[in-house]
C-alpha cells in the first residue's frame, strides 16, 4: 500500500445533549454548511416527539437508530466476468452511518409541512419499527438473504 490509512476524526459532542451520536445525525442532515440550522431542526424535532410520545426525545432517537441499523449487506464482487451479489456483515460505524443517512433521506420524503416535523415523524416510526427507513434495513436484510448462495465468494 503506497498511501496509510486516514485517520479517524473524533466529533465534539452535542451541547445540548453532550452525545456524540447527537452531533453526527446533525452533522449528517446539515445542508449547506448551515449547522446552527440543522441544529434548530433537530432539536424542534425532540421537542416535537416528547409531546407526541410522551418519551425523552434522545431515548426515541437512539432507538429509532438502533432499529434501523443493519447487520449484512450485499456487496458486488467481480469473479470470473461474473458480478456476484455477496453478502458481507457491516462494521459498527457504517451501521449507523447507513441507519443515519436512511433516517434522513426517509424523512426528507415524508408529506409533513416543516424538516422538523417529517424528521420527528420518522424518527417515531422506526423506534415503532415501522417507516421508510426500517423498510429499508428490512429489505437490505432480504437481499443478502436471498444471495446467500454466494457468501463463499466473501474476501
Excluded: C
Excluded at 452535542?14 to 456524540?20: F, L, V
Amino acid at each position: 500500500m503506497r498511501k496509510r490509512r486516514a485517520e479517524k476524526r473524533f466529533i465534539k459532542p452535542d451541547p445540548m445533549y453532550n452525545d456524540i451520536l447527537v452531533s453526527k445525525f446533525v452533522n449528517v442532515i446539515m445542508h449547506k454548511g448551515k449547522k446552527s440550522v440543522a441544529r434548530s431542526t433537530m432539536y424542534n424535532a425532540f421537542d416535537q416527539i416528547e409531546k407526541r410520545t410522551k418519551k425523552p426525545g434522545l431515548e426515541v432517537f437512539k432507538q429509532a437508530i438502533a432499529n434501523v441499523q443493519p447487520i449484512i449487506e450485499v456487496r458486488s464482487r467481480r469473479v470470473g466476468g461474473a458480478t456476484y451479489q455477496v453478502p458481507t456483515e457491516v462494521r459498527p460505524e457504517r451501521r449507523a452511518a447507513l441507519a443515519m443517512r436512511w433516517l434522513k433521506t426517509y424523512s426528507r420524503q415524508r408529506s409533513e409541512k416543516t424538516m422538523s416535523q417529517k424528521l420527528a415523524m420518522e424518527l417515531i416510526a422506526a423506534s415503532n419499527n415501522e417507516g421508510g427507513a426500517v423498510k429499508k434495513k428490512d429489505d437490505t436484510h432480504k437481499m443478502a438473504e436471498a444471495n446467500k448462495a454466494f457468501a463463499h465468494f466473501k474476501w
